[in-house]
Antibody
Framework: EVQLVESGGGLVQPGGSLRLSCAAS????????MHWVRQAPGKGLEYVSA??????STYYANSVKGRFIISRDNSTLYLQMGSLRAEDMAVYYC?????????WGQGTLVTVSS | QSALTQPASVSGSPGQSITISCTGT?????????VSWYQQHPGKAPKLMIY???NRPSGVSNRFSGSKSGNTASLTISGLQAEDEADYYC??????????FGGGTKLAVL
C-alpha cells in the first residue's frame, strides 16, 4: 500500500524557517517525481514545488521561489521553507502525482504568526 | 501557470446528476489526457476520484465519471447522495512538466 506521511509542521514566526518531511513507503520512491501542494485556510489547492525522480530537476511556484528548497533522499521528500510569511500559512501535502493515479499524504499544518 | 477554471458552486437534489466543468488551455487540459479529479471533505486530504480523464481508482463508485472535450474536462456525478457533498478539484499535467489545479467547486446536495 502506498503511504505518504508528512511531518515537521508547526508554529513559526514571520521570517522564520521550517523543514517539512514526507516519508514514503509502498512504492519505488526513486522512480517517481514528487510534489508539494498546499492549502491555505478556506482556500483551494496550490501547487508549490516539485522534484524529478533523480532529484536533478526542481520547480517552484512564483510565490515561494527563492525562499523554499525541495529535496529528496532514498525514501523521504523534504521542503525547506525560509523567510516565512503570513500567506505561507497552510496545510502542506506531499503528493505523488502522475499518469495512472495519485497518492497524497494527510498533510501537515504550518502556522505563521507572531 | 494560471489555475484551471471551475464553477465556484453547483447543487443538486438526491438522485439527480450534476456535472462540474474544468477549463484550461492547450498547454494543460487540451494537450494531455492527464486530468484528475479530487473530492475533499472538510478537514480531510483530497481523495482521488478520477485519473487520466476518465479512469476510476479501485473503490470509487461508478456514479463518478470523467470526460474531456478540447480544453474542457468534466466530472459527472449521477444518483447524487448526501455524502457527495464536498469540494471538488480538477488537476491537469502541463507543458512545463508540472501540475495545475482548478479553483475548486463546492457541491451542495439539497
Amino acid at each position: 500500500e502506498v503511504q505518504l506521511v508528512e511531518s515537521g509542521g508547526g508554529l513559526v514566526q514571520p521570517g522564520g524557517s521550517l523543514r517539512l518531511s514526507c516519508a514514503a513507503s509502498g512504492f519505488t520512491f526513486s522512480s517517481y517525481a514528487m510534489h508539494w501542494v498546499r492549502q491555505a485556510p478556506g482556500k483551494g489547492l496550490e501547487y508549490v514545488s516539485a522534484i524529478s525522480s533523480n532529484g536533478g530537476s526542481t520547480y517552484y511556484a512564483n510565490s515561494v521561489k527563492g525562499r523554499f528548497i525541495i529535496s529528496r533522499d532514498n525514501s523521504t521528500l523534504y521542503l525547506q521553507m525560509g523567510s516565512l510569511r503570513a500567506e505561507d500559512m497552510a496545510v502542506y501535502y506531499c503528493a505523488r502525482l502522475g499518469a495512472g493515479g495519485a497518492a497524497w499524504g494527510q498533510g501537515t499544518l504550518v502556522t505563521v504568526s507572531s | 501557470q494560471s489555475a484551471l477554471t471551475q464553477p465556484a458552486s453547483v447543487s443538486g437534489s438526491p438522485g439527480q446528476s450534476i456535472t462540474i466543468s474544468c477549463t484550461g488551455t492547450s498547454s494543460d487540459v487540451g494537450g494531455y489526457n492527464y486530468v484528475s479529479w479530487y473530492q475533499q471533505h472538510p478537514g480531510k486530504a483530497p481523495k482521488l476520484m478520477i485519473y487520466d480523464v476518465s479512469n476510476r481508482p479501485s473503490g470509487v463508485s461508478n456514479r463518478f465519471s470523467g470526460s474531456k472535450s478540447g480544453n474542457t474536462a468534466s466530472l459527472t456525478i449521477s444518483g447524487l447522495q448526501a455524502e457527495d457533498e464536498a469540494d471538488y478539484y480538477c488537476s491537469s499535467y502541463t507543458t512545463s512538466s508540472t501540475w495545475v489545479f482548478g479553483g475548486g467547486t463546492k457541491l451542495a446536495v439539497l
